[in-house]
Protein backbone atom coordinates (compact mmCIF):
# COMPACT_ATOMS: atom_id res chain seq x y z
CA UNK A 1 0.00 0.00 0.00
CA UNK A 2 1.58 3.30 -0.71
CA UNK A 3 0.38 6.91 0.34
CA UNK A 4 1.69 9.74 -1.26
CA UNK A 5 2.36 13.09 0.69
CA UNK A 6 1.02 16.12 -1.33
CA UNK A 7 0.99 19.86 -0.40
CA UNK A 8 2.14 23.19 -1.68
CA UNK A 9 5.66 24.28 -1.82
CA UNK A 10 7.09 24.51 1.89
CA UNK A 11 3.82 22.99 3.56
CA UNK A 12 5.93 20.61 5.71
CA UNK A 13 6.17 17.82 3.73
CA UNK A 14 9.37 16.71 3.34
CA UNK A 15 8.96 17.29 7.36
CA UNK A 16 6.19 15.22 7.95
CA UNK A 17 7.77 11.96 5.67
CA UNK A 18 10.46 12.38 7.89
CA UNK A 19 8.22 12.30 11.52
CA UNK A 20 6.17 9.27 9.90
CA UNK A 21 9.29 7.41 8.47
CA UNK A 22 11.90 8.79 11.37
CA UNK A 23 13.91 9.77 8.31
CA UNK A 24 16.74 12.41 8.21
CA UNK A 25 15.95 14.40 4.89
CA UNK A 26 17.00 17.82 4.79
CA UNK A 27 13.91 19.90 5.15
CA UNK A 28 14.49 21.67 1.61
CA UNK A 29 12.09 22.65 -0.69
CA UNK A 30 12.79 21.57 -4.34
CA UNK A 31 10.48 24.17 -5.97
CA UNK A 32 8.51 23.33 -9.31
CA UNK A 33 10.89 20.59 -9.61
CA UNK A 34 8.79 16.74 -9.09
CA UNK A 35 10.77 14.49 -7.17
CA UNK A 36 9.88 11.49 -4.89
CA UNK A 37 11.48 9.76 -2.20
CA UNK A 38 9.62 6.80 -0.60
CA UNK A 39 10.18 4.55 2.64
CA UNK A 40 8.59 1.77 4.38
CA UNK A 41 6.49 1.94 7.65
CA UNK A 42 5.28 -0.33 10.28
CA UNK A 43 1.69 -0.03 11.07
CA UNK A 44 1.43 0.17 14.62
CA UNK A 45 -0.61 -2.15 16.37
CA UNK A 46 -1.63 -3.01 20.42
CA UNK A 47 -3.03 -6.64 19.28
CA UNK A 48 0.37 -7.58 17.56
CA UNK A 49 2.15 -6.34 20.58
CA UNK A 50 -0.08 -8.51 22.89
CA UNK A 51 -0.01 -11.75 20.99
CA UNK A 52 3.43 -11.13 20.98
CA UNK A 53 4.15 -11.11 24.67
CA UNK A 54 2.21 -13.90 24.44
CA UNK A 55 4.14 -16.01 22.15
CA UNK A 56 7.61 -14.81 22.24
CA UNK A 57 8.26 -15.11 18.64
CA UNK A 58 12.26 -14.74 17.78
CA UNK A 59 10.37 -12.60 15.24
CA UNK A 60 7.38 -9.97 15.16
CA UNK A 61 6.47 -8.34 11.65
CA UNK A 62 3.87 -5.54 11.57
CA UNK A 63 1.99 -4.87 8.81
CA UNK A 64 3.58 -2.23 6.40
CA UNK A 65 2.50 1.34 4.20
CA UNK A 66 4.78 3.02 2.14
CA UNK A 67 5.10 6.75 2.05
CA UNK A 68 6.18 8.50 -0.51
CA UNK A 69 7.16 12.26 -0.30
CA UNK A 70 6.29 13.67 -3.42
CA UNK A 71 7.53 17.23 -4.83
CA UNK A 72 6.69 19.45 -7.23
CA UNK A 73 3.17 19.45 -7.40
CA UNK A 74 1.98 23.28 -7.10
CA UNK A 75 -1.26 25.21 -7.80
CA UNK A 76 -2.15 27.45 -10.20
CA UNK A 77 0.71 27.42 -13.37
CA UNK A 78 -1.12 27.68 -16.32
CA UNK A 79 -0.11 24.46 -17.41
CA UNK A 80 -0.83 21.24 -17.03
CA UNK A 81 0.47 18.97 -14.44
CA UNK A 82 4.22 17.39 -16.05
CA UNK A 83 3.30 13.76 -17.25
CA UNK A 84 5.29 12.38 -14.48
CA UNK A 85 3.90 13.83 -11.78
CA UNK A 86 0.57 12.57 -12.85
CA UNK A 87 2.04 9.05 -13.04
CA UNK A 88 3.58 8.91 -9.91
CA UNK A 89 0.20 10.04 -8.18
CA UNK A 90 -1.88 7.69 -10.42
CA UNK A 91 0.35 5.46 -8.91
CA UNK A 92 -0.26 5.79 -5.05
CA UNK A 93 -3.49 4.31 -3.49
CA UNK A 94 -4.13 7.60 -1.35
CA UNK A 95 -2.83 10.98 -0.24
CA UNK A 96 -2.02 12.52 2.65
CA UNK A 97 -2.61 16.39 1.86
CA UNK A 98 0.08 17.95 4.24
CA UNK A 99 -1.34 22.09 4.88
CA UNK A 100 0.67 24.71 6.09
CA UNK A 101 -0.57 26.56 9.36
CA UNK A 102 2.37 27.18 11.20
CA UNK A 103 4.10 30.47 11.41
CA UNK A 104 7.79 30.85 10.07
CA UNK A 105 9.20 34.32 9.21
CA UNK A 106 12.53 32.30 7.86
CA UNK A 107 10.41 30.98 5.22
CA UNK A 108 7.48 32.99 3.94
CA UNK A 109 4.40 31.41 2.57
CA UNK A 110 4.58 31.61 -1.23
CA UNK A 111 1.40 33.26 -1.48
CA UNK A 112 2.36 36.08 0.95
CA UNK A 113 0.19 34.86 4.26
CA UNK A 114 -0.41 31.72 6.01
CA UNK A 115 -4.47 30.68 5.18
CA UNK A 116 -5.03 26.91 5.31
CA UNK A 117 -8.58 27.12 4.12
CA UNK A 118 -6.74 28.74 0.77
CA UNK A 119 -4.66 26.43 0.71
CA UNK A 120 -6.42 23.33 0.93
CA UNK A 121 -9.24 24.20 -1.59
CA UNK A 122 -6.35 25.48 -4.25
CA UNK A 123 -4.33 21.91 -3.76
CA UNK A 124 -8.14 20.32 -4.45
CA UNK A 125 -9.42 22.60 -7.46
CA UNK A 126 -6.04 21.44 -9.08
CA UNK A 127 -6.28 17.72 -8.75
CA UNK A 128 -10.05 18.36 -9.84
CA UNK A 129 -8.84 20.15 -12.49
CA UNK A 130 -6.43 17.25 -13.59
CA UNK A 131 -8.98 15.03 -13.36
CA UNK A 132 -11.34 16.98 -15.64
CA UNK A 133 -8.77 17.17 -18.11
CA UNK A 134 -8.36 13.33 -18.27
CA UNK A 135 -11.90 13.16 -18.22
CA UNK A 136 -12.54 15.20 -21.43
CA UNK A 137 -9.37 13.76 -23.29
CA UNK A 138 -11.27 9.93 -22.99
CA UNK A 139 -14.63 11.12 -24.04
CA UNK A 140 -13.03 12.46 -27.01
CA UNK A 141 -11.51 8.94 -27.40
CA UNK A 142 -15.06 7.56 -26.89
CA UNK A 143 -16.45 9.76 -29.07
CA UNK A 144 -14.10 9.24 -31.96
CA UNK A 145 -14.29 5.32 -31.27
CA UNK A 146 -18.15 5.23 -31.71
CA UNK A 147 -17.31 7.12 -34.92
CA UNK A 148 -15.22 4.87 -36.78
CA UNK A 149 -16.56 2.28 -35.49
CA UNK A 150 -15.58 -1.56 -36.12
CA UNK A 151 -13.38 -2.30 -32.89
CA UNK A 152 -15.28 -2.99 -29.84
CA UNK A 153 -18.93 -4.05 -29.13
CA UNK A 154 -20.65 -0.66 -29.61
CA UNK A 155 -23.06 -0.91 -26.54
CA UNK A 156 -19.91 -1.43 -24.63
CA UNK A 157 -18.56 2.16 -25.52
CA UNK A 158 -21.80 3.55 -24.99
CA UNK A 159 -22.02 2.50 -21.71
CA UNK A 160 -18.29 3.82 -21.19
CA UNK A 161 -19.49 7.26 -22.68
CA UNK A 162 -22.22 7.52 -20.54
CA UNK A 163 -20.28 6.87 -17.38
CA UNK A 164 -17.76 9.19 -18.29
CA UNK A 165 -20.76 11.70 -18.94
CA UNK A 166 -21.48 11.51 -15.59
CA UNK A 167 -17.83 12.13 -14.19
CA UNK A 168 -17.52 15.22 -16.57
CA UNK A 169 -20.55 16.10 -14.55
CA UNK A 170 -19.30 15.58 -11.15
CA UNK A 171 -16.04 17.56 -11.29
CA UNK A 172 -17.86 20.17 -13.17
CA UNK A 173 -19.41 21.17 -10.22
CA UNK A 174 -16.70 20.57 -8.16
CA UNK A 175 -17.57 17.10 -6.74
CA UNK A 176 -14.42 14.99 -6.11
CA UNK A 177 -15.23 11.50 -7.63
CA UNK A 178 -14.56 9.46 -4.49
CA UNK A 179 -17.69 11.60 -2.83
CA UNK A 180 -19.61 9.38 -5.79
CA UNK A 181 -20.73 5.96 -5.25
CA UNK A 182 -19.46 3.48 -8.16
CA UNK A 183 -20.67 -0.25 -8.86
CA UNK A 184 -18.02 -2.38 -8.76
CA UNK A 185 -17.94 -2.84 -12.84
CA UNK A 186 -17.51 1.15 -13.19
CA UNK A 187 -14.91 1.03 -10.53
CA UNK A 188 -13.03 -1.64 -12.26
CA UNK A 189 -13.73 0.12 -15.78
CA UNK A 190 -12.08 3.29 -14.07
CA UNK A 191 -8.86 1.53 -12.34
CA UNK A 192 -6.83 1.99 -15.14
CA UNK A 193 -7.19 5.90 -15.22
CA UNK A 194 -5.12 6.92 -12.36
CA UNK A 195 -8.02 9.59 -11.12
CA UNK A 196 -6.89 11.26 -8.78
CA UNK A 197 -9.42 12.58 -6.75
CA UNK A 198 -10.93 9.36 -7.03
CA UNK A 199 -8.28 8.21 -4.30
CA UNK A 200 -8.79 8.54 -0.45
CA UNK A 201 -7.26 11.55 1.16
CA UNK A 202 -6.02 12.57 4.72
CA UNK A 203 -6.02 16.21 5.11
CA UNK A 204 -3.16 17.00 7.61
CA UNK A 205 -2.62 20.12 8.85
CA UNK A 206 0.56 20.94 10.15
CA UNK A 207 0.85 23.04 13.38
CA UNK A 208 3.61 24.97 14.59
CA UNK A 209 4.67 24.26 18.40
CA UNK A 210 2.32 26.45 20.25
CA UNK A 211 -0.27 25.71 17.83
CA UNK A 212 -3.85 24.37 18.14
CA UNK A 213 -5.83 23.45 15.36
CA UNK A 214 -7.73 26.60 12.83
CA UNK A 215 -11.35 25.55 12.16
CA UNK A 216 -11.17 24.48 8.34
CA UNK A 217 -13.96 23.19 6.35
CA UNK A 218 -13.40 19.69 4.63
CA UNK A 219 -16.20 19.84 2.11
CA UNK A 220 -16.16 16.75 1.20
CA UNK A 221 -18.00 13.51 1.71
CA UNK A 222 -15.17 10.86 2.11
CA UNK A 223 -11.72 11.89 4.16
CA UNK A 224 -10.83 12.81 7.14
CA UNK A 225 -8.62 15.39 8.82
CA UNK A 226 -5.91 15.48 11.55
CA UNK A 227 -3.50 17.73 12.70
CA UNK A 228 0.12 17.09 13.67
CA UNK A 229 2.56 19.19 15.07
CA UNK A 230 5.06 18.10 12.23
CA UNK A 231 8.59 19.96 13.13
CA UNK A 232 8.68 19.36 16.60
CA UNK A 233 6.93 15.33 15.70
CA UNK A 234 10.41 14.69 13.46
CA UNK A 235 12.66 16.04 15.74
CA UNK A 236 11.39 13.69 18.22
CA UNK A 237 11.57 11.03 15.70
CA UNK A 238 14.91 11.60 15.58
CA UNK A 239 15.82 11.62 19.17
CA UNK A 240 16.86 8.00 20.70
CA UNK A 241 13.86 6.31 22.40
CA UNK A 242 14.72 7.43 26.41
CA UNK A 243 15.40 11.04 25.00
CA UNK A 244 12.17 10.93 23.12
CA UNK A 245 9.90 9.95 25.81
CA UNK A 246 11.42 12.73 28.09
CA UNK A 247 10.93 15.20 25.23
CA UNK A 248 7.19 14.21 24.79
CA UNK A 249 6.40 14.74 28.86
CA UNK A 250 8.39 18.50 28.48
CA UNK A 251 5.90 19.07 25.48
CA UNK A 252 2.49 17.28 27.11
CA UNK A 253 2.06 15.06 23.64
CA UNK A 254 0.48 12.43 24.15
CA UNK A 255 2.44 9.87 22.00
CA UNK A 256 0.39 8.13 19.84
CA UNK A 257 0.08 11.48 17.72
CA UNK A 258 2.37 9.95 14.80
CA UNK A 259 0.70 6.56 15.72
CA UNK A 260 -2.87 7.98 15.03
CA UNK A 261 -1.76 9.64 11.28
CA UNK A 262 -0.13 6.11 10.50
CA UNK A 263 -3.19 4.32 11.69
CA UNK A 264 -5.68 6.86 10.31
CA UNK A 265 -4.51 6.46 6.84
CA UNK A 266 -3.93 2.76 6.88
CA UNK A 267 -8.17 2.89 8.28
CA UNK A 268 -8.39 5.05 5.23
CA UNK A 269 -7.05 2.44 2.27
CA UNK A 270 -9.93 0.67 4.21
CA UNK A 271 -7.46 -2.11 5.01
CA UNK A 272 -8.17 -4.89 7.95
CA UNK A 273 -5.43 -6.34 9.86
CA UNK A 274 -5.36 -10.49 10.27
CA UNK A 275 -2.71 -12.75 11.89
CA UNK A 276 -0.61 -15.67 11.33
CA UNK A 277 0.80 -17.38 13.98
CA UNK A 278 3.67 -19.28 13.21
CA UNK A 279 6.52 -21.43 15.11
CA UNK A 280 9.20 -18.33 15.27
CA UNK A 281 6.86 -15.83 14.24
CA UNK A 282 3.78 -13.50 15.02
CA UNK A 283 2.91 -11.33 11.96
CA UNK A 284 0.26 -8.63 10.70
CA UNK A 285 -1.02 -8.90 7.48
CA UNK A 286 -2.83 -5.68 5.72
CA UNK A 287 -5.86 -6.75 3.59
CA UNK A 288 -8.53 -4.65 1.89
CA UNK A 289 -12.37 -4.69 3.75
CA UNK A 290 -14.31 -7.30 2.42
CA UNK A 291 -11.51 -9.96 1.43
CA UNK A 292 -12.12 -13.47 1.61
CA UNK A 293 -9.98 -16.22 3.18
CA UNK A 294 -8.77 -17.46 -0.03
CA UNK A 295 -7.66 -13.92 -0.15
CA UNK A 296 -5.85 -14.05 2.74
CA UNK A 297 -4.21 -17.18 1.67
CA UNK A 298 -2.72 -15.38 -0.94
CA UNK A 299 -1.08 -12.61 1.05
CA UNK A 300 1.07 -15.16 3.07
CA UNK A 301 2.11 -17.13 0.11
CA UNK A 302 0.86 -18.78 -3.50
CA UNK A 303 0.90 -22.06 -2.66
CA UNK A 304 -1.70 -21.61 0.45
CA UNK A 305 -3.87 -20.14 -1.97
CA UNK A 306 -3.34 -22.36 -4.77
CA UNK A 307 -3.09 -25.74 -2.08
CA UNK A 308 -6.29 -24.09 -0.15
CA UNK A 309 -8.40 -26.75 1.69
CA UNK A 310 -9.88 -24.43 4.81
CA UNK A 311 -8.93 -22.22 6.83
CA UNK A 312 -9.14 -22.09 11.14
CA UNK A 313 -9.90 -18.75 12.01
CA UNK A 314 -10.15 -17.34 15.36
CA UNK A 315 -10.09 -13.55 17.16
CA UNK A 316 -7.15 -12.39 18.46
CA UNK A 317 -8.45 -11.82 22.13
CA UNK A 318 -9.70 -15.16 22.50
CA UNK A 319 -6.23 -16.78 21.15
CA UNK A 320 -4.51 -15.51 23.87
CA UNK A 321 -7.36 -16.44 26.89
CA UNK A 322 -7.46 -20.24 25.46
CA UNK A 323 -3.53 -20.19 25.28
CA UNK A 324 -2.44 -21.62 22.11
CA UNK A 325 -3.63 -22.65 18.72
CA UNK A 326 -3.24 -26.32 19.95
CA UNK A 327 -5.50 -25.53 23.20
CA UNK A 328 -8.70 -23.26 20.63
CA UNK A 329 -8.46 -26.88 18.11
CA UNK A 330 -9.03 -28.80 20.79
CA UNK A 331 -11.69 -27.20 22.70
CA UNK A 332 -13.01 -26.55 19.45
CA UNK A 333 -12.98 -23.12 19.64
CA UNK A 334 -11.24 -22.77 16.34
CA UNK A 335 -13.75 -21.75 13.47
CA UNK A 336 -13.49 -23.61 10.03
CA UNK A 337 -13.94 -21.76 7.36
CA UNK A 338 -13.59 -22.36 3.37
CA UNK A 339 -12.81 -20.02 0.12
CA UNK A 340 -15.11 -17.09 0.45
CA UNK A 341 -15.27 -16.35 4.09
CA UNK A 342 -15.04 -12.58 4.52
CA UNK A 343 -11.93 -12.23 6.63
CA UNK A 344 -12.62 -9.83 9.65
CA UNK A 345 -10.66 -7.38 10.96
CA UNK A 346 -8.30 -8.80 14.26
CA UNK A 347 -8.79 -12.45 13.27
CA UNK A 348 -5.90 -14.96 13.75
CA UNK A 349 -5.79 -17.51 10.51
CA UNK A 350 -4.33 -20.56 9.90
CA UNK A 351 -4.65 -22.08 6.51
CA UNK A 352 -4.24 -25.88 5.78
CA UNK A 353 -3.58 -26.53 2.40
CA UNK A 354 -2.11 -29.27 0.28
CA UNK A 355 0.57 -28.97 -1.91
N1 LIG B 1 8.14 26.43 12.55
C1 LIG B 1 7.83 25.37 11.81
N2 LIG B 1 8.49 25.19 10.67
C2 LIG B 1 8.16 24.11 9.93
C3 LIG B 1 7.16 23.18 10.30
N3 LIG B 1 7.08 22.24 9.37
C4 LIG B 1 7.99 22.58 8.43
N4 LIG B 1 8.65 23.71 8.78
C5 LIG B 1 9.71 24.40 8.05
O1 LIG B 1 9.24 24.84 6.79
C6 LIG B 1 10.23 24.66 5.80
C7 LIG B 1 9.67 23.81 4.68
O2 LIG B 1 9.41 22.50 5.17
P1 LIG B 1 9.53 21.23 4.23
O3 LIG B 1 9.19 20.05 5.05
O4 LIG B 1 10.82 21.23 3.51
O5 LIG B 1 8.35 21.55 3.20
P2 LIG B 1 8.03 20.85 1.79
O6 LIG B 1 8.49 21.82 0.74
O7 LIG B 1 6.54 20.76 1.78
O8 LIG B 1 8.70 19.53 1.75
C8 LIG B 1 11.43 24.01 6.49
O9 LIG B 1 12.35 25.01 6.80
C9 LIG B 1 10.83 23.43 7.74
O10 LIG B 1 11.77 23.39 8.79
C10 LIG B 1 6.49 23.40 11.55
O11 LIG B 1 5.61 22.62 11.97
N5 LIG B 1 6.86 24.51 12.26
MG1 LIG C 1 10.13 18.74 0.46
Not at 125 to 137: C, G
Not at 187 to 206: A, D, E, M, Q, R
Amino acid sequence: MRLGIIGLPQSGKTTIFNALTGGKRPATSSRGRFEIHTAVVDVPDDRLEALSNHFKPEKTIHAKVTYGDIAGLDVGSSTDLPGSLINQLAQMDGFLHVVRCFEDEGFPHTMGSVDPQRDMDAMDAELLLNDLIAVERKRERLIDERRKGGGRDKAEIEREKALFDTLHQQLSSEIPLRDMDFSADDLKILSGYGLLTLKPVLIVLNLGEEQSAPDVEFRHRKGAVVDIKGKLEMEIAQLPPDEASIFLQEYGISEPSLKRVIRLSYELLGLLTFFTIGSDEVRAWALPRGSTAHQAAGEVHTDLQKGFIRAEVITWEDLISLGSLGEARSKGRLRLEGKDYQVKDGEVIQVRFHI
